[in-house]
Antibody
Framework: QVQLVESGGGVVQPGRSLRLSCVAS????????MHWVRQAPGKGLEWVAV????????YYEDSVKGRFTISRDNSKNTLYLQMNSLRVEDTAVYYC????????????????WGQGTLVIVSS | EIVLTQSPATLSLSPGERATLSCRAS??????LAWYQQKPGQAPRLLIY???NRATGIPARFSGSGSGTDFTLTISSLEPEDFAVYYC??????????FGGGTEVEI
């Protein structure tokens, strides 16, 4: 079945780095745009970044621009989020999410989510 | 950045009742709006995309309507498993793809 499994979360000090991974299975990964969405403890959902299906276009939420990098390896069915210069306010559960198929492509509503990986930034 | 405002923040209802949730956008997002359900400790679940299209496997008691700036999610008759937090999300004007603050449907 369609599945996304994140890993790489943990506790890290402010200013340090972390790389999240999301392994996809059960669908043709290379056909879908993929996103990272985060949720701070007890808070709502916040979109973080998107990468198009071919990896050629990437966009970021303003507060992570220049610090986070989204990437993908379609040969490994894996999505990544490299997080540098982490801040206390980056503390959240990070979800990878797949775009919903619309027509011949996909659109940025999210029909498949991973279970999430918790990132805690604390000294 | 488009701001999505959801109302009410909390909706107190009983099983079998009708739930009407609102999402208002700060500017037009055409029909590019989705609704998600989230239960504690779980990832969100897509219910409705592009304002009125039910996602795969979503029961018919969930329906979406609206366009432009005003959208509604209706649950025709609440089941016990429907008590959760609901978020709207737009893809009409991006980046960023924004979410509303959520509506909690409580018993």
């Amino acid at each position: 079945q369609v599945q996304l499994v994140e890993s790489g979360g943990g506790v890290v000090q402010p200013g340090r780095s972390l790389r999240l991974s999301c392994v996809a299975s059960g669908f043709t990964f290379s056909r879908y745009g993929m996103h990272w969405v985060r949720q701070a403890p007890g808070k709502g959902l916040e979109w973080v970044a998107v990468i198009w299906s071919d990896g050629n276009n990437k966009y970021y939420e303003d507060s992570v621009k220049g610090r986070f990098t989204i990437s993908r390896d379609n040969s490994k069915n894996t999505l990544y989020l490299q997080m540098n210069s982490l801040r206390v306010e980056d503390t959240a559960v990070y979800y990878c999410a797949r775009e919903v198929a619309v027509g011949a492509g996909s659109a940025a509503h999210f029909d498949c989510w991973g279970q999430g990986t918790l990132v805690i930034v604390s000294s | 950045e488009i701001v999505l405002t959801q109302s009410p923040a909390t909706l107190s209802l009983s099983p079998g009742e009708r739930a009407t949730l609102s999402c208002r956008a700060s500017q037009s997002v055409s029909n590019y709006l989705a609704w998600y359900q989230q239960k504690p400790g779980q990832a969100p679940r897509l219910l409705i995309y592009d304002a009125s299209n039910r996602a795969t496997g979503i029961p018919a008691r969930f329906s979406g309507s609206g366009s432009g700036t005003d959208f509604t999610l209706t649950i025709s008759s609440l089941e016990p498993e429907d008590f959760a937090v609901y978020y709207c999300q737009q893809r009409g004007n991006w980046p960023p793809f924004t979410f509303g603050g959520g509506t909690e449907v409580e018993i």
